[in-house]
T-cell receptor
């Protein structure tokens, strides 16, 4: 049973570029949440997707957008990258919108130069 | 903003000793969870305690919750080198009506020396 998978594992971009990160949830899970973790900090909630809709959004600008597909996989898009967007981006899956016992992927390390 | 604050920020102990880390939070919660993160990669869920519970055990883990003080503690008994990791508490944002997101603290970095 595959857990949460994220791709790519590492990514280097320059300021102003756009990036797309991908996530496949754990088998049987239909809800995907995205978190940003800066170095030395705890993860910060970006948004959650359920039934292909954004259910809740954290305090992130509109440059951060997402999508969920019918197979429950998800993408995180960040436009007009800033140096401050450099972070580990974590995807977490759960069942039916619950935030209990999230299963996390290994993350995508994004570096913006 | 981060609701939870773990204390201490870093903890170094010898194998076999117990490790205690604390978490404080600011608003009403439905539940509190503890997660472990190895080497800056994915987080692993350890234990969940609900607001109407005071103590919970899972293997070598013991979690307490004091809602009057808005605080929780995680005790790892008989620590092992493999317990070396960062530990985070996470709460739901019940006061904001948000059950979808978790609010994490900054974490406690635990080092267990062989």
């Amino acid at each position: 049973d595959a857990g949460v998978t994220q791709s790519p594992t590492h990514l280097i971009k320059t300021r102003g570029q756009q990036v797309t990160l991908r996530c496949s949830p754990k088998s049987g899970h239909d809800t995907v949440s995205w978190y940003q973790q800066a170095l030395g900090q705890g993860p910060q909630f970006i948004f959650q997707y359920y039934e292909e809709e954004e259910r809740q959004r954290g305090n992130f600008p509109d440059r951060f957008s997402g999508h969920q597909f019918p197979n429950y996989s998800s993408e995180l898009n960040v436009n007009a990258l800033l140096l401050g967007d450099s972070a580990l981006y974590l995807c977490a899956s759960s069942s039916t919108g619950f935030n209990e016992k999230l299963f996390f992927g290994s993350g995508t390390q994004l570096s913006v130069l | 903003s981060q609701q939870g604050e773990e204390d201490p920020q870093a903890l170094s102990i010898q194998e076999g000793e117990n490790a205690t880390m604390n978490c404080s939070y600011k608003t009403s919660i439905n539940n509190l969870q503890w997660y472990r993160q190895n080497s800056g990669r994915g987080l692993v869920h350890l234990i969940l305690i609900r607001s109407n519970e005071r103590e919970k055990h899972s293997g070598r883990l013991r979690v307490t919750l004091d809602t009057s003080k808005k605080s929780s503690s995680l005790l790892i008994t008989a620590s092992r080198a493999a317990d070396t990791a960062s530990y985070f508490c996470a709460t739901d944002d019940w006061a904001q009506g948000g059950s979808e997101k978790l609010v994490f603290g900054k974490g406690t970095k635990l080092t267990v020396n062989p």
